[in-house]
Each structure stands twice: as structure tokens, then as C-alpha cells.
């Protein structure tokens, strides 16, 4: 499964790309069990709810950790330091891997709310 995702280069430069998350067939809930397209389990730490009114703009900044989050209502926007924006949605994810570099903007376009999950160990 193709998730979008911010990261750092090696040279401290953050961008938009596409994180490949390995999945297989797997069968789900009772019988007749259907079938459908499954990624392994992934550790997760913590998991908190934030939200935010339109209009506000979170200023440069890094994930504290790597993360997911999850657009449960709303719209927002994700702006890389190279430039690169991507607009999230409801139902919408995107994997935060730049725990270093030069960070990425966000803005809350409408109304949001989102889930942030934590990856790994604390």
C-alpha cells in the first residue's frame, strides 16, 4: 500500500513523497472470512487526538518522533521546506518521518481534527 509521507534528505531538505508499505493477502473477521490486502503489525507507542479552527499555521517545525496522522475531519496542508504542499482530507494519512532538517509548515484549512499515532517505542 502507497501512503504519502514528509521526510528529510541528507542535506536537511524536507520532502512530499510516497512511503511503500509492504501488504499481503489475509482473510478478516468471521466466516466467510473475506478476503483483502493486509500490512504486517507495526509497534506503536502512543496515540493522542488533537484539534485545531481553521486558519491557524503551525510555523517550521520537525515530528518530535516518527509518527502517522490521521485526518478524522477537515481539510489541512502539509508544505515541506522545498516547497511541496499536500492537502490531507478526511480519511486522508500521512507517514511524518522528518524528525530532523529544515521541519515542514502546517495549516489547518477548515475546522480539523486529527490523530496522531506514534511509531515504535516512546
Do not use: W
Request: charged content about 20%; some cysteine.
Amino acid at each position: 500500500m502507497k501512503f504519502p509521507r514528509i521526510y528529510t534528505d541528507g542535506q536537511g531538505e524536507t520532502h512530499i513523497g510516497i512511503r511503500d508499505v509492504p501488504e499481503h493477502e489475509a482473510r478478516i473477521g468471521p466466516p466467510p472470512n473475506p478476503v483483502g490486502q493486509m500490512t504486517e503489525t507495526e509497534a506503536v507507542s502512543a496515540f493522542f487526538v488533537f484539534s485545531a479552527p481553521a486558519g491557524i499555521e503551525v510555523p517550521s517545525h520537525n515530528a518530535p518522533r516518527p509518527y502517522i496522522c490521521i485526518v478524522l475531519s477537515g481539510e489541512g496542508e502539509v508544505v515541506a521546506s522545498d516547497g511541496a504542499t499536500l492537502r490531507l482530507r478526511a480519511g486522508e494519512l500521512i507517514y511524518c518521518d522528518d524528525v530532523n532538517g529544515k521541519g515542514h509548515v502546517t495549516r489547518s484549512i477548515s475546522d480539523i481534527c486529527l490523530a496522531f499515532i506514534n511509531r515504535g517505542s516512546a
